[in-house]
Structures are given as structure tokens and as C-alpha cells.
């Protein structure tokens, strides 16, 4: 399962940039643990092990830096991935799913013969904050009707309480501010 020192290893390259994108924003630039092949590899290894023994059929990953661990993380688990994208971005025929942002609404969209009825599945991403894009992820996989088996996300910003939103699923997350 996870190692303290690994996770330690990779929330020390996890960057603060104050004031990004907007002032009074600290953002958590995970670009210095992309750069370092090492903490790349122990953060896919981590965020797959919760899941290893649950027999994942597909790895969902959130655009964009869920593709950046989904696909790894794929690997890891012998499965195959599928993106998960903004409206427009997908070439084929798409289910979409419409979601509450703090001002306005976005939404997201999934091939439709991207999963099929039954089949396990995992959802990465490398942040969860408010929740809305993971729910909204969600519903997208549910109405495919597969079966979520968990979330793993990079970082978790608990103030935002995104983890209330996901409640009914399994939600683990290495590194939590």
C-alpha cells in the first residue's frame, strides 16, 4: 500500500505559485513532479495501488492532466483508457453531461462506445477541489453504465470539500492540502 516516505517524496515537488491564475489563488503546480521521472513513476504507482485487487476494466482520466496519470495508470493496471473532454474535442459520437461551475455552467463529453454495461472503472485526475468535474465525470461513466470502483486523484484540497460530492464512491487521493 502507500509508502509515507514516497508520498512525502512526491507532495515536496509539488510547487505553490501564489496568485495564479488570478490574485489570491496559491495554485499547486505539479509540473516539477512530471519533470522528475522518479516522483512520475512512485505517483502512478501510488495512485494505483488502492485499486490493483478490484479488476479495472477501463481508466477514465479528466482532461487534461488526467491523461497525463490515466494512461500510466491504465498500464499499471492492464486496462484500457478513455478520455473524458470539453465539448467539441471528441471525433466520434459523444454522451455529454452539463455541470454547475461557482459562475456559470460547463460540461463534458465521452465517446459512447467508450465503456460498456458492467465494466469496472476507475476515474484520475491530478486535483479534486469542489467536485463538480469529478460528479460530473461520474454521471458521464454511470449513464455508459459502468461501474465506478473509485476515484484517484494526485491532490485533494480538502477546504473545498469536493470529497462531499463524491461520498458514495471511493475516493483516494495522495497528497492532501
Not at 491523461?67 to 465539448?87: Q, T, Y
Not at 454511470?142 to 476515484?151: C, E, F, M, P, Q
Request: hydrophobic residues 40%.
Amino acid at each position: 500500500m502507500e509508502s509515507k516516505d514516497s508520498v512525502d517524496s512526491i507532495a515536496d515537488r509539488i510547487r505553490d505559485v501564489p496568485d495564479f491564475p488570478k490574485k489570491g489563488i496559491l495554485f499547486k503546480d505539479i509540473t516539477p513532479v512530471l519533470s522528475d521521472i522518479d516522483t512520475l513513476r512512485a505517483s502512478v504507482k501510488e495512485m494505483a495501488a488502492p485499486f490493483m485487487d478490484l479488476e479495472i476494466d477501463v481508466v477514465v482520466g479528466i482532461e487534461s492532466r488526467g491523461f497525463i496519470f490515466g494512461a500510466p495508470i491504465a498500464d499499471v493496471l492492464n486496462c484500457s483508457f478513455v478520455p473524458v473532454r470539453k465539448p467539441g474535442k471528441l471525433p466520434w459520437k459523444t454522451e455529454s453531461v452539463s455541470y454547475e461551475l461557482e459562475y456559470g455552467t460547463d460540461a463534458l463529453e465521452i465517446h459512447e462506445d467508450a465503456i460498456t454495461e458492467g465494466q469496472n472503472v476507475l476515474i484520475v485526475d491530478d486535483l479534486l477541489a469542489t467536485g463538480g468535474t469529478a460528479e460530473a465525470t461520474c454521471k458521464l461513466v454511470s449513464k455508459l453504465g459502468g461501474n465506478i470502483k473509485g476515484l484517484s486523484l494526485l491532490i485533494e484540497l480538502e477546504g473545498l470539500n469536493g470529497r462531499k460530492r463524491l461520498n458514495q464512491y471511493n475516493v483516494h487521493s495522495l497528497v492532501q492540502y
